[in-house]
């Protein structure tokens, strides 16, 4: 049975071999119009990580098959086929990497779509990008529209299926949050939590949150902080977009959570990170009003519970909104006053952009705009957001005109980008004589011209 054991299973191996010569770069096969394609550091790092997983891949099929001409032919055809096994496991985590940037990818090619999430790149990294914090460098992104009602992240370098870590920060959009201000909410909610993992807030808060626990004087302040420590991390990512976007990431938080009455008021399972709706709404006002103090925080904050009563909760949910109410003051100052060791002695209010958020500024501002609407085309994407989430709040713009006004400006980002790039490739690349030595030089332009094609957004001083 060995010789048939080996030919099998030298035949398999080779077979690995040609269907994996079949998976060719994105770049190779996917069309799409310049506008729509993820930023250079973005493509370069995916089909990089791509390109290396299956050169190793082939390396061990190669060794796999030089053993079956070798010693491996003499061995026992359970031990030839334990080893092929461990190939055939490889050769499919291999696959699955693409398949996990193949849907981002492949949604570039779709008519207008494809600009809109190159867009959103560029409105993501303005998003995340905080001069001199460990923000000022961020991570290549690429954004990709999926069903249902939440967004998510894959932050960068996080391991992924199969195993290896994610070359870059892949973040995805509701279909149904493509409107209005809802885009900015899910798109600045989801960057927070790669800003959380860099700057290292959850090391450094939660502690700080186990020690008030434990030093509590009553179980409602107990209970309370150990809600607060166990769902920190989407309050950041809420505090996040609070912060960039103002009244808008409020607005946008609501219209995700306006679920049925029995979800809303009944408390997620102890697994979950998300504070239970009604809080969680709650809570984003009390951080808005603690980072932009004014009126209409708190009248939100009322709106939302007329249209989700209390009284309907059950009474032991009652019980603990009461409770969690009670301590949210004192949380909110304690989330705005932090200060990380990431942050060299800055509080985590002073990463937001607070000098140009505020509810007077933003009106101001959308008035201007209006009067000269060039304007627009040059102000930071999350700017953009907070000012029109804010014109939404106080009714000085129509639904309708809120999405005409961001798809025309989604659709800008992503041109404005491409030509960046494009005019600092052409700036910085030296005359050759062969089209051949151009192909050779472009990845270094590519590296280089990331964080050039989005330079005119992030000028925005603090």
Not at 131 to 134: R, S, V
Not at 164 to 189: D, K
Not at 194 to 209: I, N, Y
Not at 216 to 222: K, V
């Given at each position: 049975?060995?010789p048939?054991?080996?030919?099998?299973l030298?035949?398999?191996?080779?077979?690995?071999?040609?269907?994996?010569?079949?998976?060719?770069?994105?770049?190779?096969?996917?069309?799409?119009?310049?506008?729509?394609?993820?930023?250079?550091?973005?493509?370069?790092a995916?089909?990089?990580?791509?390109?290396?997983?299956?050169?190793?891949?082939?390396?061990?099929?190669?060794?796999?098959?030089?053993?079956?001409?070798?010693?491996?032919g003499?061995?026992?055809?359970?031990?030839?086929?334990?080893?092929?096994?461990?190939?055939?496991?490889?050769?499919?985590?291999?696959?699955?990497?693409f398949?996990?940037?193949?849907?981002?990818?492949?949604?570039?090619?779709?008519?207008?779509?494809?600009?809109?999430?190159?867009?959103?790149?560029?409105?993501?990294?303005?998003?995340?990008?905080s001069?001199?914090?460990?923000l000022?460098?961020?991570?290549?992104?690429?954004?990709?529209?999926?069903?249902?009602?939440?967004?998510?992240?894959?932050?960068?370098?996080?391991?992924?299926?199969g195993g290896?870590?994610?070359?870059?920060?892949?973040?995805?959009?509701?279909?149904?949050?493509?409107?209005?201000?809802?885009?900015?909410?899910?798109?600045?909610?989801e960057?927070?939590h790669?800003?959380?993992?860099?700057?290292?807030?959850?090391?450094?808060?939660?502690?700080?949150?186990y020690?008030?626990?434990?030093?509590?004087?009553?179980?409602?302040?107990?209970?309370?902080?150990?809600y607060?420590?166990?769902?920190?991390?989407?309050?950041?990512?809420?505090?996040?977009?609070?912060?960039?976007?103002?009244?808008?990431?409020?607005?946008?938080?609501?219209?995700?959570v306006?679920?049925?009455?029995?979800l809303?008021?009944a408390p997620?399972?102890?697994?979950?990170?998300?504070?239970?709706?009604?809080?969680?709404?709650?809570?984003s006002?009390?951080?808005?009003?603690?980072?932009?103090?004014?009126?209409?925080?708190?009248?939100?904050?009322e709106?939302w519970?007329?249209?989700?009563?209390?009284?309907?909760?059950?009474?032991?949910?009652?019980?603990?909104?009461?409770?969690?109410?009670?301590?949210?003051?004192?949380?909110?100052?304690?989330?705005?006053?932090?200060?990380?060791p990431?942050?060299s002695?800055?509080?985590?209010?002073?990463?937001?952009?607070?000098?140009?958020r505020t509810?007077?500024?933003?009106?101001?501002?959308?008035?201007?705009?209006?009067?000269?609407?060039?304007?627009?085309?040059?102000?930071p994407?999350t700017?953009?957001?907070?000012?029109?989430?804010?014109?939404?709040?106080?009714?000085?713009?129509?639904?309708?005109?809120?999405?005409?006004?961001?798809?025309?400006?989604?659709?800008?980002?992503?041109?404005?980008?491409?030509?960046?790039?494009?005019?600092?490739?052409?700036?910085?690349?030296?005359?050759?004589?062969?089209?051949?030595?151009?192909?050779?030089?472009?990845?270094?332009?590519?590296?280089?011209?990331?964080s050039?094609?989005?330079s005119?957004?992030?000028s925005?001083?603090?």
């Open positions: 049975m060995r048939a054991a080996t030919a099998l030298e035949g398999e191996a080779r077979a690995l071999l040609t269907r994996l010569a079949r998976v060719k770069p994105f770049a190779l096969h996917e069309t799409m119009v310049p506008a729509a394609a993820p930023s250079p550091a973005a493509q370069s995916i089909e990089r990580f791509l390109m290396e997983g299956r050169a190793k891949l082939r390396g061990r099929v190669g060794a796999y098959l030089e053993w079956l001409e070798g010693p491996g003499e061995r026992e055809p359970e031990w030839q086929q334990h080893q092929f096994s461990l190939l055939r496991w490889e050769f499919n985590s291999v696959l699955t990497h398949d996990l940037f193949q849907e981002a990818v492949t949604q570039r090619s779709e008519r207008e779509v494809g600009v809109l999430l190159a867009g959103l790149d560029v409105a993501a990294v303005d998003a995340l990008t001069p001199g914090t460990p000022a460098d961020p991570p290549p992104i690429v954004c990709y529209l999926a069903r249902g009602p939440g967004g998510a992240i894959r932050r960068v370098h996080t391991r992924i299926p290896g870590r994610s070359p870059v920060a892949l973040i995805r959009i509701p279909r149904e949050r493509m409107v209005g201000y809802g885009i900015g909410s899910s798109l600045t909610h960057v927070g790669q800003a959380v993992a860099q700057l290292g807030l959850l090391e450094s808060l939660r502690p700080v949150l020690d008030i626990e434990r030093g509590a004087r009553t179980e409602a302040e107990r209970t309370a902080f150990r607060w420590g166990l769902t920190l991390s989407e309050v950041l990512a809420d505090f996040f977009a609070v912060g960039k976007l103002g009244i808008g990431g409020t607005l946008g938080l609501m219209a995700v306006s679920l049925p009455r029995r809303v008021l997620a399972p102890l697994d979950d990170p998300h504070p239970f709706p009604y809080l969680r709404v709650r809570l006002c009390a951080m808005g009003e603690a980072l932009y103090p004014h009126p209409q925080w708190g009248q939100l904050a709106l519970a007329s249209l989700y009563p209390p009284r309907r909760a059950t009474p032991e949910v009652r019980d603990l909104i009461t409770a969690l109410e009670r301590s949210m003051p004192r949380f909110v100052r304690l989330l705005a006053a932090h200060r990380p990431s942050l002695g800055a509080r985590l209010a002073d990463l937001m952009p607070r000098g140009s509810p007077a500024l933003l009106t101001a501002r959308h008035r201007r705009w209006m009067r000269q609407p060039e304007l627009l085309r040059t102000a994407p700017l953009v957001f907070a000012v029109l989430g804010q014109a939404r709040a106080a009714a000085l713009i129509t639904p309708e005109e809120e999405s005409r006004l961001l798809g025309e400006l989604i659709a800008h980002w992503a041109l404005a980008s491409t030509l960046g790039t494009l005019s600092a490739c052409a700036a910085t690349a030296p005359p050759l004589p062969t089209a051949a030595a151009a192909a050779v030089s472009a990845p270094g332009c590519a590296s280089e011209s990331a050039i094609s989005t005119a957004f992030v925005e001083s603090r």
